[in-house]
């Protein structure tokens, strides 16, 4: 039988792919990592295809079995590789665990999309962000810095920490990434800062994908300058 290793599929600038990245680092699981230049559409050529035909990453080939969703790969991972000693990462308890997976998917379907909603015109376009979309974002942060206001223990579910704080803090790497300050919400930035000084990945995973996006939006906004300047000069010479 053909030796079958376990692929971890990622782009440093996305923080979904952060989230996976720093779930493998804790889980101390061995992985080949793959990474894969979305602003090539690499992820769009046909290899890529055949392994996940939604072209997403992050993506994990595990000897042979391939999942996406961040969400998805990181319950799966803990699934497969937490021991007694790292259980807590995402816990057995029923309540417990129903508590993780609220919190997960708060931050996929509310936090994460708060934070694209008011941000896609700067990232895309070189625009301001959507001030319309702004006040969704500060609900968002708002209610996390309710939950951690009420829970005792200094992580989101209590005194360990979990998978759900992961993906929380990859989603808050990328307002550092738009320059996105949030310190009025104490809570959080308490938390954040606790994880980013107390986890020995964070940097590894995080802080080079930061600075991509952030290089991202500068080009993009300098790009938008030069068509600009075109365009007035177009104009001008046809008066």
Known sequence: MAWLSTEFYFYKASAPCRAVWMTIKHLKVEVDEKEVDLLKAETKRPWFL?????HCVPTLSD??????????IMQYLCNKY?????????????EQRGTVDR????????????????????QFEGLPPDAEKENLL??????????LETVEGGYLTGDKLTIADLAVLASLTELDAMGYAYKCYGNVTRWSNKLREQLPYYKDCCLQGI?????????????????????????????
């Open 82 to 94: 937490c021991t007694p000693e790292n259980q807590h990462l995402y816990p057995t308890e029923p």
């Open 138 to 147: 500060k609900q968002s942060l708002d209610y996390l810095d309710g939950v």
């Open 63 to 72: 000897q042979g079995y391939v999942i996406w969703e961040s969400r998805a």
């Open 211 to 239: 600075e991509m996006t952030k290089a991202r939006i500068k080009q993009v906004e300098e790009d938008l300058k030069i068509q600009a300047e075109k365009e007035r000069k177009a104009s001008s010479g046809k008066k």
């Open 103 to 122: 919190l997960l998917f708060f931050d996929m379907g509310t936090l994460t999309y708060a934070i694209k909603e008011y941000f896609r015109p700067k």
């Open 50 to 54: 055949r392994l996940n035909p939604q």
